[in-house]
């Protein structure tokens, strides 16, 4: 028990106890960490198809072999973009955009067809609404209203409007009318930028 | 079983449940019971973690100088959180992001640490682990009781199964922070009206 007076006797017990522990959690971290890289690169793969409008498997497997068929990665700016191929010709574009939502960033994926004329699909990656409400948008009902938009650059009206606005093309989340705002103008301002200035750069390609 | 052990099961569930007897872990409790699965994760994690704690902080009880105890038990609680988070992240990884920042929020939950200093630092090992389970699950179950009422009038559901049908109107205020502060408050008022009879026949009083 004197030993407990000392000074040094604390000071080595913290530092041995925190080793073993770091160590310990290092190892797991280490033997984990290529299946979380796993799981959340799965994650966005089936999130990509979803946009696409391509079914896919409820297996890992099944995700991955039908995203290596369908999309290609390819970079421009130091960002990715994937590129949907049938038989080597390319039959759509989608890009991974992201915004503020009413709580806190919302990322998703905007899928367009082959020469931008479309708005092929939409799906959400993560955000951070309010379950039940704003955290509707991941529900499948919402996002398929998103299918097959037509887009037009000369027009003054915004992309996508909501109902019953005239020219609106898709519904709000009532009961959740920040989040639906917040979304619907992530969309536009990217849709912008992409046709504006990505379009370009993409089909030069 | 000996007297002990069905004491210390009686006291963490029951009579010192955590929740609505000492008020303790009250924010993760009112954060995840919107959903009964979110709930019963959190409870089996807290019920991994606060066992295992308990567990070494009683192995290392005396070898612990008493002045760095609070030091120690914060780095083997957080160890255990961290490996909850990276075992949630690789097998679960829905689950983790439901869950979000809570999970590595236990490290912060009262529950634990009471334990581990009343408890834990003054008991041997078996009964530092049985005592960190009966804790953990008295935490589950309240909150598993909350978010039973919670996703049943707010979603119509339980476990994410439809019970109530297509024409139920969904309580949205249940899955609110408010429906959570309404569930506690009757939670924990239900329990001092059971509890109020029992320490007035000659109990201590506050």
Known sequence: ?205 | MNKKTKSIITMGIWQDNAIFRQILGICSALAVTNLMINSLVMGLGLIFVTAFSELTVSFLRQYTPKHIRMMVQTLIISAYVIMVDIFLKAFFPAMSEALGPYVGLIITNCIIMGRCESFAQKNPPGYAFLDGMASGAGYAIVLLIIAFVRELLGFGSIFGINILGESWVSWTLMIMPPGAFFMLAIVIWISKNIFKEKSDNGGVKA
């Open chain 1, 1 to 205: 028990m004197a030993k407990k007076k000392k000074v040094l006797y604390p000071v080595v017990f913290m530092i041995i106890i925190t080793v073993v522990f770091t160590s310990v959690l290092a190892i797991i971290n280490e033997v984990s960490a290529e299946r979380i890289q796993q799981q959340s690169k799965l994650k966005e793969q089936s999130k990509v198809l979803y946009a696409f409008n391509i079914e896919y498997g409820e297996t890992g497997a099944e995700i991955i072999r039908q995203y290596n068929q369908f999309i290609e990665e390819r970079k421009a700016d130091n960002q990715t973009y994937y590129v949907r191929k049938s038989n080597d010709d390319i039959t759509g574009y989608a890009f991974k955009i992201e915004g503020a939502g009413l709580w806190g960033g919302i990322e998703a994926i905007l899928a367009f067809n082959q020469d931008f004329s479309n708005l092929t699909g939409v799906s959400f990656l993560n955000h951070s609404e309010t379950p039940g409400l704003g955290g509707r948008i991941d529900e499948e009902w919402f996002q398929e209203q998103f299918r097959d938009i037509s887009l037009d650059v000369n027009s003054t009206d915004p992309y996508l409007i909501f109902k019953p606005s005239t020219g609106g093309n898709v519904d709000t989340i009532s009961g959740a009318t920040s989040t639906s705002k917040a979304v619907l103008n992530i969309f536009n301002q990217n849709i912008e930028v992409i046709l504006t200035e990505t379009k370009g750069d993409v089909l030069d390609e």
